[in-house]
T-cell receptor, first 116, second 118 residues
Framework: AQKITQTQPGMFVQEKEAVTLDCTYD???????LFWYKQPSSGEMIFLIYQGSYDQQNATEGRYSLNFQKARKSANLVISASQLGDSAMYFCAMREGRAAGNKLTFGGGTRVLVKP | GAVVSQHPSWVICKSGTSVKIECRSL??????MFWYRQFPKQSLMLMATSNEGSKATYEQGVEKDKFLINHASLTLSTLTVTSAHPEDSSFYICSARDWTDQIQETQYFGPGTRLLVL
């Protein structure tokens, strides 16, 4: 079974609008972390936001916020006021606990294209 | 902060040669570094976990004799692709974890190395 699932292979968003990128995960470990990374065409992976499994509040970082619904095992990324520079691939990733070696498992990614 | 460099950014080599890729954490110490491989239009696949001063842990299906990893210091890990073949052509990207970050354990990524084997 896929541990991290991103069901949207690609999407368009109008500049200045908000966009939600879906991410669902599967783990039986009570301690885990969820990450979102942005990968522009240059290839670098840019860390955006983190949510811990025990965090009570949804994480926010500037225009990025994470809609964490633990019971549903979802961790959707919301980008507000989209900018042209937001066009990139976005990856959701999960780090499980020490038993799993604290490794990151990535989803398949969602390509976002911001239209002017 | 949390900058990771990778060198070279591009390499083209002949089949049968070996290629070394360096990954450095510039402003933090990393007891653990990771090496990933990414094919076009695909996600990142973890190849191995590199721990400073000990042997790397390879993921299932990754040949440890082909992909040699050395993590000799807290700021440097190297990946050597030995006897490279065209099927080894890919985007290789490393990440490093700041040893002082015991909570989030965020991985910070280098800019990646594009390898083309002719």
């Amino acid at each position: 079974a896929q541990k991290i699932t991103q069901t949207q292979p690609g999407m368009f968003v109008q500049e200045k609008e908000a966009v939600t990128l879906d991410c669902t995960y599967d783990t039986s470990d009570p301690s885990y972390g969820l990450f979102w990374y942005k990968q522009p065409s240059s290839g670098e992976m840019i860390f955006l936001i983190y949510q811990g499994s025990y965090d009570q509040q949804n994480a926010t970082e500037g225009r990025y916020s994470l809609n964490f619904q633990k019971a549903r095992k979802s961790a959707n990324l919301v980008i507000s006021a989209s900018q042209l520079g937001d066009s990139a691939m976005y990856f959701c990733a999960m780090r499980e606990g020490r038993a799993a070696g604290n490794k990151l498992t990535f989803g398949g990614g969602t390509r976002v294209l911001v239209k002017p | 902060g949390a900058v990771v460099s990778q060198h070279p950014s591009w390499v083209i080599c002949k089949s049968g040669t070996s290629v070394k890729i360096e990954c450095r954490s510039l402003d933090f110490q990393a007891t653990t570094m990771f090496w990933y491989r990414q094919f076009p239009k695909q996600s990142l696949m973890l190849m191995a976990t590199s721990n400073e001063g000990s042997k790397a842990t390879y993921e299932q299906g990754v040949e440890k004799d082909k992909f040699l990893i050395n993590h000799a210091s807290l700021t440097l890990s190297t990946l050597t692709v030995t006897s490279a073949h065209p099927e080894d052509s890919s985007f290789y990207i490393c990440s490093a974890r700041d040893w002082t970050d015991q909570i989030q354990e965020t991985q910070y990524f280098g800019p990646g190395t594009r390898l083309l084997v002719l």
